[in-house]
């Protein structure tokens, strides 16, 4: 090739496209993730009472977040898959050690210091469960036999126990949860579906007088009716569909909330930030953020597709689909259809390790749509 050709080349749209993907960098997906944090800090701003103390800690967040993210794009899949099994069983030992050491916030104790920092192991399962359920099912015949369902069914319960324990409703939930994508679009047939469907039915009244919390019961009983403690526990899902309904179809302006900044949102910078963002875009910017969630699922649904391997396959679904769960969960919570578990919103909601830790999955994700293709 001539050096003039070569230049061109390298200088054109291909190009571009070439080095990013010599840089393991999937360029959807990042413009995606960087529409999200702009949407995340202009309505963190509101949320926290126009705060810049918040707006820097949390661009530093989301700054780590991005180079953890290039960092592990660097890193092919068969090197997570090779890992995946110590990544988890570490994971595991800091669940653990939460238990014993953790520091506690809120009635919970659910992360570790560090000194400079705090952690919070159980963000990390929600990456290490289903990469490691992923590499274990690979290795097998698929669809699945039996043991090996069982054995990867006993895999994502333990650390939902652990999680469970801290107590963390909203994070338990979306680590079974991501266990149970990875062992379903492993291709578990009909006859399991249902029957983890019967016993899941029959576990209500063990889960309920055996397992919950006086507390966790009191949010699924206020869910049913809030108005019956308006001061109380009923206060927050008040609160928050107040505001979302004031909003109306645009919204009463950036900043301009009434709910939020005269504090009768409660949480409105972690777990209620959707409400905020409700009151002050209404409809309008309720829809344009569910359309940037839609564009990033589908990305990720289209990686999961044309991923080379079967381990890259089921990792990338099961991490869409997780992430789908996450999202759901906060909007349903917050508006009243599913009981207040406490799950932030992604990319929106403040908060550093659940940053990083979606920033790391995306890098997982963009480690599998770069990857060579096999002849």
């Known amino acids: 090739m001539h050096r003039n050709d070569f230049v061109r080349q390298l200088t054109s749209p291909g190009g571009d496209r070439r080095r990013a993907r010599a840089m393991h960098i999937d360029i959807p997906l990042l413009l995606i993730l960087l529409v999200l944090c702009g949407i995340g800090l202009a309505v963190l701003y509101s949320a926290s009472g126009e705060s810049i103390s918040y707006i820097k800690r949390q661009a530093t967040f989301m700054l780590v977040g991005l180079i953890s993210m290039i960092?592990?794009?660097?890193?092919?899949?068969?090197?997570?898959?090779?890992?995946?099994?110590?990544?988890?069983?570490?994971?595991?030992?800091?669940?653990?050690?939460?238990?014993?050491?953790?520091?506690?916030?809120?009635?919970?104790?659910?992360?570790?210091?560090?000194?400079?920092?705090?952690?919070?192991?159980?963000?990390?399962?929600?990456?290490?469960?289903?990469?490691?359920?992923?590499?274990?099912?690979?290795?097998?015949?698929?669809?699945?036999?039996?043991?090996?369902?069982?054995?990867?069914?006993?895999?994502?319960?333990?650390?939902?126990?652990?999680?469970?324990?801290?107590?963390?409703?909203?994070?338990?939930?979306?680590?079974?949860s991501s266990g149970f994508f990875a062992i379903f679009l492993a291709g578990i047939g009909k006859r399991y579906l249902i029957s983890t469907g019967l016993l899941a039915v029959a576990a209500i009244p063990i889960m309920w007088f055996y397992v919950l919390l006086d507390y966790q019961k009191q949010r699924v009983l206020t869910l049913l009716a809030p108005e019956d403690d308006k001061l109380g526990a009923g206060w927050n899902i008040i609160q928050s569909t107040t505001a979302i309904g004031s909003g109306g179809l645009g919204g009463k302006g950036w900043t301009q909330g009434t709910q939020s900044q005269l504090n009768f949102l409660p949480e409105s910078h972690t777990d209620f930030i959707i409400a905020v963002l409700a009151e002050e875009f209404g409809l309008i910017g309720v829809l344009t953020l569910m359309l940037v969630y839609l564009l990033l699922i589908g990305r990720c649904m289209v990686i999961a597709l044309n991923a080379q391997t079967m381990f890259s396959r089921l990792v990338a679904g099961t991490l869409s689909l997780t992430f789908f769960v996450y999202i759901f969960v906060n909007m349903g919570m917050v508006s009243g259809i599913l009981p207040v578990v406490g799950a932030p919103l992604p990319f929106i909601s403040y908060g550093g390790s659940a940053i990083v830790t979606l920033f790391s999955g995306f890098g997982i994700l963009m480690a599998i749509s770069t990857e060579p293709k096999r002849i």
């Open 71 to 176: 960092a592990i794009a660097q890193l092919t899949p068969r090197f997570w898959q090779r890992w995946s099994i110590f990544i988890y069983l570490g994971g595991l030992l800091s669940l653990v050690v939460v238990l014993f050491f953790g520091v506690g916030a809120k009635g919970a104790q659910r992360w570790l210091d560090l000194g400079f920092t705090r952690f919070q192991p159980s963000e990390l399962m929600k990456i290490a469960v289903p990469m490691m359920i992923s590499a274990y099912l690979s290795n097998h015949y698929l669809p699945p036999r039996f043991k090996h369902v069982l054995i990867a069914t006993a895999a994502a319960l333990l650390p939902v126990f652990l999680i469970a324990r801290q107590p963390d409703l909203g994070t338990s939930l979306i680590v079974f």
